[in-house]
């Protein structure tokens, strides 16, 4: 008892109930924990302060109290000794953290009275259920005491929430029950068939939990109590929760507690409302059922909420940070295993009507801090009735330019700020007056370096190509600056004068590799406007002028560096197409990636580096030029993408490769994505930084760029499909502010000529709790930074390495975040992860079975490898999760039924070869391509419809086109694919047809990704999760 | 005698000469790091020198072993092969495009570098002396030299 009075008061004044956003989440993992006291005796107090005591870090005591909802749902009809409890869980740990939470004293017995909350009646199970947690403690070995310590904790912690968490607890009990029949020995796993059980009821669970209002019950409820002793409430449904089975370990008592299950439902329900409560904790069984894991079946969730807390914030799609709390000092940084740190997309596409405003301040210039260059933004305060502001970067105080002046009105606002949007908007663009450009801002220009060797004739390249750019050379952006050029090459290299007063484009040959020289001094790169007829004209004779030719060799090396000498002046965008390996000048590269023995050495990452280093030096040429590069590969043998990639990684280029590439299947996924290239919205010459506040620093940059000073990135073009990612770290040991600021800044030159910069503005809180970092953890950023540092990782060490490199982070973490809540409970049995990280296991797994880091030599060509990494560098992560986590719909019923059921969208199948009905048609999608499976016993009908041919004479599908035929069949799957298409415009999904049994096709296509499933030296979701779980719990 | 003076004359030099090339390394990454030069004039100013480094401390390496000198030339050998591996393996030099990235290493690889080369300046000063004092005084001092130096 005395213990509680002195805490208390303490904790009161610590902290303020509500308002710190910090406060509400961790609470849910301990639910689980705090169950298990509330099921035993409320008698012996003293016992259970010691287990408080234990806990020594204070991110755990938070997470305690959270439990504490738990209790409430026990409380019913026994009356506790709560004032003992009470003292028991205060003990010292819990202090600080939660003490605001904490009633006052008076409060518990009041409380206890108090019907349950809200929707759950509250029934008086609770007899049964104590007689039954006892039995499961027999076995163990001393049940009285550990009865004894889970009532002491129940108590301790009625928080302000608990009246929603009461809601979810009873399901858990039920689940006790059953665990503890099952379970004599303890140790046994349960069956499968039970574990099965605890899915469902877990999902059920959410909606009786929806109905509370956890957040808003006010403190003064002590409810909690009363809950605690209660009742247990009758679950409707058996609930167990979450998606996680039970457990079936010895510590089978403790999971009766079921508290976690509740945590579990209560994350699944809660989404939105969880900042206070919550991470979730999830518990895991040995006998795991597949159904009841995690799985990201509605794509990438965006953290809204984070815009609802900081409404200034920038979208998230701009900008998301891996965790929307920055840890308050280095140790806590220490423990936070996952990367820290942001992911940028500063052009993303925004949706009609949140168009980022366009801000021009005339002849005031744009109004930054003086010392550390911030723009104005939304979290500046103005003062001294408005003539000073200061930065919220560097608490600088700046005068105001007279043309900006504004009165303040009586809260210290400006008046005008609703009419300026770079004040009230997180997310704006400045017109960049004269001091912000080093030359007149670059024309938009296109050059285009097309390899001409024999294998690029054989596939009939030219034609695509040509075509496609001539259909876009109206809508190239930036007219009528609009500038173009085109070299083709083999083992010569050909430039096109295309001057405006030529009929007819002249082709002049320069054979003199070592020694490159212009054979004009202009005209090569030309104004489009002016010579339209010429360009039409090179483009119309294109595809015939290299017909014959039967030249092997491809001299891309001395093409770039002849490019390099017509563009170096305005520089640009170089679109190179080349279909074979470089073979004669400078920068030719040989065969390598066919020696098996170097598979596993300590050798095998330099296959993944440029073997040249020509390709760099070129790169880095190139972007001090302001020339970016994209490059197009179609061979189906090797080139060496590793090496020809570079000059797009470090020029802010993309690598398209297009393996084995003919003109009948593929021929519209290049257009598509060449006219993409093309005509996309593209910021020209763009530098790009971010600030941020005092005592983080970002120190790492993943993605494609230059870097050209420690913190600036080089970026020659960049467009809306590609995205950043960078790391912070701490400068301080110990931060000293309460909210840390970030600024994006992007400087770049519009298509139309005009010097913009766009700014996005955020802010995120410091916190001084683990459990909060977890709460906030935003998985997509996460998974996205852990993926561009493996792919870093395999160019310098083995994929093997890799891979294990996110294994051991993913189980740090989840073994950090046990700790906090678990340690002190013995909670053996159950893998616990917050509710914000469920799916991290899961697109691990994924990641480590993607084409960049999976298997060995012989589970993807080494080109294609890099290329996926290539890739996965620049994706924004809402396309990164679409690719980790592809979407697989069953449709056939879509195109047998009626038009009105063929204009639903299907839902999204978990991806296991289970989810796989022969009688069925499955599309796969993984934003890069699309995969339609034909079951087995599909009706001939509808296959030959779809394909257009008779299937019975087993055609080659390899090589079939999927066109729209003239049957209902046909019309309505290409409206699905057109439908999904729109989804993601960034990529053209390219469709391939596979038939059940096909081999080795259907392995390779879809088999192979279905990520659930048990492939060749990889492990199954459950296993996975066994495994990951297995770690986390070894110490 | 006189050779020997040459020699640690020369030895002079050329440590001389490694201290400088490598000081100036330094400063240009350090010039880098707080933004007062670009990548690109940075790692074409280092990449300038370290070849010229190389073959000075190897040219020296040489020179200690053909005079059968065993103390300098043993502690001159890592260095020696540590270039040798460097520049069998084309990892001399800078690359422009990952200097930020690479920058602390090859900053802590240069200071170490330095304080050895710091260590050999010691040495060859001590010897220099010696030999000139003995050059000098031209008796039989021979007592004084120290086997090991």
Same mark, same amino acid.
């Given at each position: 008892m005395q213990p509680m009075g002195n805490d208390k008061p303490a904790n009161v004044p610590g902290r303020p109930v509500l308002p710190s956003p910090a406060a509400p989440r961790p609470s849910t993992p301990f639910i689980s924990s705090g169950p298990v006291v509330g099921l035993g005796t409320s008698g012996v107090p003293q016992t259970a302060a010691p287990f408080l005591s234990s806990g020594p870090i204070t991110g755990m005591q938070m997470s305690n109290y959270r439990s504490s909802p738990p209790p409430i749902r026990y409380n019913g009809p026994s009356s506790p000794p709560p004032p003992t409890s009470y003292p028991g869980q205060d003990a010292t740990t819990y202090q600080q953290t939660q003490?605001?939470?904490?009633?006052?004293?008076?409060?518990?017995?009041?409380?206890?009275?108090?019907?349950?909350?809200?929707?759950?009646?509250?029934?008086?199970?609770?007899?049964?259920?104590?007689?039954?947690?006892?039995?499961?403690?027999?076995?163990?070995?001393?049940?009285?005491?550990?009865?004894?310590?889970?009532?002491?904790?129940?108590?301790?912690?009625?928080?302000?929430?608990?009246?929603?968490?009461?809601?979810?607890?009873?399901?858990?009990?039920?689940?006790?029950?059953?665990?503890?029949?099952?379970? @004599?020995?303890?140790?046994?796993? @349960?069956?499968?068939?039970?574990?099965?059980?605890?899915?469902?009821?877990?999902?059920?669970?959410?909606?009786?939990?929806?109905?509370?209002?956890?957040?808003?019950?006010?403190?003064?409820?002590?409810?909690?109590?009363?809950?605690?002793?209660?009742?247990?409430?009758?679950?409707? %449904?058996?609930?167990?929760?979450?998606?996680?089975?039970?457990?079936?370990?010895?510590?089978?008592?403790?999971?009766?507690?079921?508290?976690?299950?509740?945590?579990?439902?209560?994350?699944?329900?809660?989404?939105?409302?969880?900042?206070?409560?919550?991470?979730?904790?999830?518990?895991?069984?040995?006998?795991?059922d597949a159904k009841s894991l995690p799985r990201p079946l509605n794509g990438d969730e965006e953290p809204i909420k984070i815009q609802e807390t900081y409404p200034l914030n920038c979208h998230p799609r701009f900008f998301r940070l891996t965790t929307h709390a920055i840890p308050s000092s280095q140790s806590l940084l220490a423990r936070w295993h996952l990367p820290l740190g942001a992911v940028v997309h500063p052009l993303a596409e925004v949706p009609d009507g949140e168009e980022v405003p366009i801000v021009n301040f005339g002849p005031a210039g744009v109004i930054r801090c003086r010392r550390c260059r911030t723009y104005v933004n939304p979290y500046v305060t103005f003062m001294d009735a408005g003539r000073k502001w200061r930065c919220n970067l560097c608490s600088l105080l700046n005068d105001v330019p007279g043309e900006y002046y504004c009165a303040l009105d009586a809260s210290g606002r400006r008046c005008d700020i609703d009419q300026r949007p770079e004040l009230s908007k997180g997310s704006v663009e400045f017109v960049a007056p004269t001091e912000y450009m080093v030359r007149p801002p670059m024309p938009p220009l296109y050059f285009f370096l097309i390899d001409v060797s024999i294998s690029a004739v054989r596939c009939g390249l030219f034609e695509i190509v040509a075509k496609t750019i001539k259909s876009c050379l109206d809508e190239l952006p930036g007219f009528p600056r609009t500038q173009i050029g085109f070299l083709t090459f083999?083992?010569?290299?050909?430039?096109?004068?295309? #001057?405006?007063?030529?009929?007819?484009?002249?082709?002049?040959?320069?054979?003199?590799?070592?020694?490159?020289?212009? @054979?004009?001094?202009?005209?090569?790169?030309?104004?489009?406007?002016?010579?339209?007829?010429?360009?039409?004209?090179?483009?119309?004779?294109?595809?015939?002028?290299?017909?014959?030719?039967?030249?092997?060799?491809?001299?891309?090396?001395?093409?770039? #560096?002849?490019?390099?000498?017509?563009?170096?002046q305005l520089g640009g965008k170089l679109l190179v197409f080349q279909s074979t390996l470089p073979s004669l000048g400078v920068g030719r590269l040989r065969l390598r990636g066919d020696d098996l023995r170097i598979y596993g050495t300590d050798k095998e990452h330099t296959l993944r580096v440029p073997e040249d280093p020509f390709y760099k030096q070129m790169a880095a040429e190139f972007t001090k030029n302001q020339i970016s590069v994209d490059i197009y590969a179609f061979s189906?043998?090797?080139?060496?993408?590793?090496?020809?990639?570079?000059?797009?990684?470090?020029?802010?280029?993309?690598?398209?490769?297009?393996?084995?590439?003919?003109?009948?299947?593929?021929?519209? #996924?290049?257009?598509?994505?060449?006219?993409?290239?093309?005509?996309?919205?593209?910021?020209?010459?763009?530098?790009?930084?971010?600030?941020?506040? #005092?005592?983080?620093?970002?120190?790492?940059?993943?993605?494609?760029?230059?870097?050209?000073?420690?913190?600036?990135?080089?970026?020659?073009?960049?467009?809306?499909?590609?995205?950043?990612?960078?790391?912070?770290?701490?400068?301080?040991? %110990?931060?000293?502010?309460?909210?840390?600021?970030?600024?994006?800044?992007?400087?770049?030159?519009?298509?139309?000529?005009?010097?913009?910069?766009?700014?996005?503005?955020?802010?995120?809180?410091?916190?001084?709790? %683990?459990?909060?970092?977890?709460?906030?953890?935003?998985?997509?950023?996460?998974?996205?930074? %852990?993926?561009?540092?493996a792919i870093e990782n395999t160019q310098s060490h083995k994929l093997e390495d890799a891979r294990q490199l996110m294994q051991l982070k993913l189980v740090k973490s989840l073994k950090e975040y046990r700790n906090l809540y678990v340690m002190q409970h013995r909670l053996g049995g159950r893998l616990i992860f917050p509710e914000s990280l469920k799916f991290l296991p899961l697109y691990v797994l994924s990641l480590c079975k993607s084409v960049a880091l999976r298997g060995g030599y012989a589970d993807a060509p080494l080109d294609e490898r890099c290329a996926a990494g290539y890739n996965m560098m620049i994706l924004p992560i809402r396309r990164m999760l679409k690719l980790l986590y592809p979407g697989l719909y069953k449709i056939d019923e879509n195109l047998i039924k009626g038009p009105e059921y063929s204009e639903k969208s299907s839902k999204q199948l978990a991806l296991s070869a289970q989810s796989l009905d022969p009688r069925a048609l499955y599309i796969y999608d993984d934003g890069f391509s699309f995969i339609i499976w034909l079951g087995r016993m599909l009706s001939p009908d509808l296959v030959n419809g779809i394909l257009g041919l008779d299937v019975s004479g087993f055609p080659d599908l390899s090589k079939l086109a999927l066109l729209e035929h003239d049957n209902e069949y046909s019309r309505k799957l290409m409206r699905i694919l057109k439908r999904l298409r729109e989804k993601d415009p960034s990529c053209f999904q390219l469709c391939r047809v596979v038939r059940q049994g096909e081999q080795p096709r259907e392995g390779s296509l879809l088999l192979s990704n279905l990520i659930e499933d048990q492939t060749a030296g990889t492990s199954s979701y459950v296993d996975w999760i066994l495994q990951v779980y297995r770690q986390s719990q070894s110490s | 005698m006189a050779w020997e003076l040459l020699l640690w004359l020369y030895a002079f030099a050329s440590v001389i000469a490694l201290i400088a090339l490598t000081a100036y390394q330094l400063i240009n990454l350090s010039d880098l790091e707080f933004d007062y030069i670009n990548p690109y004039d940075s790692s074409s100013r280092i990449n300038a020198v370290v070849v010229p480094e190389f073959m000075v401390q190897g040219i020296l390496c040489t020179s200690f072993l053909l005079t059968w000198h065993w103390f300098p030339f043993l502690i001159m050998a890592p260095i020696t092969y540590y270039h040798v591996n460097l520049f069998m393996n084309r990892r001399h030099l800078i690359d422009v495009t990952e200097i930020f990235r690479l920058l602390n290493g090859e900053k802590k690889y240069r200071i170490i570098k330095l304080s050895i080369y710091f260590s050999i300046f010691v040495i060859v000063i001590y010897r220099l002396v010696m030999s000139a004092v003995l050059l000098l005084t031209d008796e039989g001092f021979g007592s004084l030299e120290s086997g090991i130096f």
């Open positions: 003490a605001p939470r904490f009633p006052p004293p008076a409060q518990p017995g009041t409380p206890l009275r108090v019907p349950p909350p809200v929707g759950l009646p509250v029934t008086p199970p609770m007899g049964s259920l104590h007689p039954q947690l006892q039995i499961p403690s027999v076995p163990m070995g001393p049940p009285p005491q550990t009865a004894a310590q889970s009532s002491s904790r129940s108590y301790m912690p009625p928080p302000v929430s608990e009246s929603s968490f009461s809601a979810p607890r009873p399901p858990p009990q039920p689940s006790l029950h059953g665990y503890s029949n099952m379970l @004599p020995g303890g140790n046994m796993p @349960p069956s499968p068939a039970e574990t099965q059980f605890l899915a469902p009821r877990s999902v059920s669970q959410p909606a009786s939990q929806q109905a509370f209002p956890a957040f808003h019950v006010p403190p003064v409820h002590a409810s909690p109590y009363h809950v605690h002793q209660g009742g247990v409430v009758p679950p409707p %449904l058996p609930p167990l929760g979450g998606p996680l089975g039970y457990n079936s370990r010895g510590q089978m008592q403790y999971p009766s507690t079921g508290p976690p299950m509740g945590g579990n439902l209560q994350g699944l329900v809660e989404e939105f409302q969880s900042l206070s409560v919550g991470s979730a904790p999830g518990s895991l069984d040995h006998g795991v083999d083992s010569t290299l050909h430039f096109h004068n295309l #001057k405006s007063s030529l009929t007819q484009p002249q082709m002049l040959v320069v054979a003199d590799l070592d020694d490159i020289f212009l @054979p004009l001094p202009d005209d090569l790169l030309v104004n489009l406007s002016d010579s339209r007829h010429v360009v039409d004209a090179l483009l119309d004779i294109l595809p015939s002028m290299f017909q014959d030719n039967a030249n092997v060799e491809s001299a891309l090396g001395p093409a770039l #560096k002849a490019a390099f000498m017509v563009m170096s189906e043998k090797y080139t060496d993408i590793a090496s020809l990639g570079s000059l797009a990684k470090y020029t802010g280029g993309q690598v398209y490769h297009l393996p084995s590439f003919q003109a009948a299947t593929h021929q519209e #996924k290049l257009r598509y994505e060449l006219a993409r290239d093309l005509t996309r919205e593209t910021a020209w010459e763009s530098v790009m930084r971010i600030r941020c506040g #005092k005592g983080v620093r970002f120190s790492t940059y993943h993605g494609h760029f230059m870097l050209r000073s420690t913190d600036l990135l080089a970026l020659p073009a960049v467009d809306c499909d590609k995205a950043f990612a960078m790391q912070l770290s701490l400068e301080d040991t %110990l931060m000293t502010t309460q909210i840390v600021y970030f600024q994006v800044a992007l400087l770049y030159t519009s298509s139309s000529g005009e010097r913009r910069i766009r700014v996005h503005t955020a802010a995120a809180p410091v916190v001084a709790d %683990l459990g909060e970092m977890y709460h906030q953890a935003d998985t997509g950023a996460i998974i996205s930074l %852990l993926s561009r540092l | -």
